[in-house]
């Protein structure tokens, strides 16, 4: 079963695909989300749809990684909820990897990652002053630059999140640097070694990420760190990794 898809360049899951993987009524999965909106719309705006097959029209809502992984920690933690949390995790990973894949690289020191940032960011905000220009010609101009503000920041999340993972500090990869300084524990010279194994059983090759002291360094996903340490990325970091 594909979890989780592209939606407008974004990897999005929905709350049917939640409902089926975790053997759940989607009435009561809609339900959850309807409870908790304003904690998921911390992470972005929500979107839902609504479609018929004849009979009554079911709604359903698209979620991206950091609403769906906060969804589930709202949901029972049964066996099936947590093997669902991981095959969630392992999918957005795999699409960061394919889009990492086809995305420039970042650049191979430390400050030239944070440069490659703000330029980001400036023609962010150009493209914003533009479509601002254009939109202040038009009615209802205070409730379209409400709109522009939340889908800026909804935008500025998303690439806070991506930068993070491709530094190594997020939920679905992270080094075991990062991952030492969060929980303040060492795993040895050799730690590395059932990480590596887990990848090389998969045919994944883990990437290297920059890192500010060493060069750079391997992040691990999110899937190997669950199996060999029982160590849930998702949980250690949290929706906007903070920690890291």
Aim: overall charge neutral.
């Amino acid at each position: 079963m594909t979890i989780v898809i592209i939606k407008d360049g974004d990897a999005v899951t929905t709350t049917l695909a939640i409902a089926e993987g975790t053997l759940s009524d989607h009435a009561s999965v809609i339900k959850l989300v309807r409870t908790y909106q304003a904690d998921l719309e911390e992470f972005g705006l929500l979107d839902f749809k609504s479609e018929s097959t004849g009979g009554r029209p079911t709604e359903y809502a698209f979620l991206n990684e950091p609403q769906s992984t906060l969804l589930l920690t709202y949901m029972r933690n049964t066996d099936i909820v947590r093997a669902f949390k991981k095959m969630l995790v392992r999918e957005f990973w795999e699409m960061v990897q394919q889009r990492n894949q086809r995305a420039p690289s970042l650049p191979a020191d430390y400050i030239g990652a944070l440069e490659h940032l703000l330029a980001s960011k400036r023609s962010e905000k150009l493209a914003i002053e533009q479509r601002d220009h254009a939109v202040a010609t038009k009615a209802e101009i205070g409730t379209r630059r409400e709109a522009t503000a939340m889908a800026t920041a909804s935008a500025a999340v998303r690439e806070a999140r991506q930068l993070r993972e491709q530094l190594g500090m997020g939920v679905t990869q992270a080094t075991i640097v990062a991952v030492e300084k969060v929980l303040e524990r060492e795993f040895g010279r050799s730690g590395w070694r059932p990480l590596k194994k887990w990848c090389e059983a998969r045919g994944i090759k883990a990437p290297h990420v920059v890192h500010p002291t060493f060069g750079s360094v391997i992040a691990w996903p999110a899937g190997a760190w669950m199996d060999a340490y029982q160590i849930d990325l998702a949980d250690l970091f949290g929706a906007d990794g903070e920690q890291a």
